[in-house]
């Protein structure tokens, strides 16, 4: 069964640092998510991208956020700079039809700011 | 603003029947998911609701009132790796993204 991928499953990193998040989405599918879970939280929306722009972003997803699909598999989140607050558990999830709307989750990369 | 409320925890007996209740306030509705999420994990499907009534899936079932803002996720003869959170998540806006609501801890115990 077809599935999504994530690497690396955990990054540790210091403050201020940059660090790209990769997935790779279930082949077929033509919407890609972002998610974070901050240890104890609830799961947060971060962006929607669909026909190589983003959809939709929540106010978390600010300035040092950033979102590619460099080639016809990977789909990428890129922190810029960052903060001990980003430390959390990303999710990248892909969908196929616009009206089944299920949104099938990659493993995670948890991410660590020291 | 959005706001989904679960009951934070729940504890059952193996074999028996628990019902997991989310109320939600959105602006948009696009239907309605529940998911399972053991700890460190993702969140894996469990089903969808959009239109109003019960989906039946196996052991678990899900209920939806759109007019009460309402939905239960009903789980029968529960195993002890039904032990795990499960997730109300409503589907909002365009980029249909998913908004969660805090989770519900269930254990089962023997």
């Known amino acids: 069964e077809p599935e999504v991928t994530q690497t690396p499953s955990h990054q540790v990193t210091q403050m201020g640092q940059e660090v790209i998040l990769r997935c790779v989405p279930i082949?077929?599918?033509?919407?890609f998510y972002w998610y974070r879970q901050i240890l104890g939280q609830k799961v947060e929306f971060l962006v929607s991208?669909?026909?190589?722009?983003?959809?939709?972003k929540s106010e978390i997803f600010d300035d040092q956020f950033s979102v590619e699909r460099p080639d016809g598999s990977n789909f990428t989140l890129k922190i810029r700079s960052t903060k001990l607050e980003d430390s959390a558990m990303y999710f990248c999830?892909?969908?196929?039809?616009?009206?089944?709307?299920?949104?099938?989750f990659g493993p995670g990369t948890r991410l660590t700011v020291t | 603003g959005q706001n989904i409320d679960q009951p934070t925890e729940m504890t059952a007996t193996e074999g028996a029947i628990v019902q997991i209740n989310c109320t939600y306030q959105t602006s948009g509705f696009n239907g309605l998911f529940w998911y399972q999420q053991h700890a460190g994990e993702a969140p894996t499907f469990l089903s969808y609701n959009v239109l109003d009534g019960l989906e039946e899936k196996g052991r678990f079932s899900s209920f939806l009132s759109r007019s009460k803002g309402y939905s239960y996720l009903l789980l029968k003869e529960l195993q002890m790796k039904d032990s795990a959170s499960y997730l109300c998540?409503?589907?909002?806006?365009?980029?249909?993204?998913?908004?969660f609501g805090t989770g519900t801890q269930l254990k089962v115990e023997l």
């Open positions: 082949s077929n599918h033509l919407y």
């Open positions: 999830a892909s969908g196929y039809r616009q009206e089944s709307y299920e949104q099938y």
């Open positions: 991208f669909y026909n190589n722009e983003i959809s939709e």
């Open positions: 998540a409503v589907v909002t806006g365009g980029g249909n993204k998913l908004t």
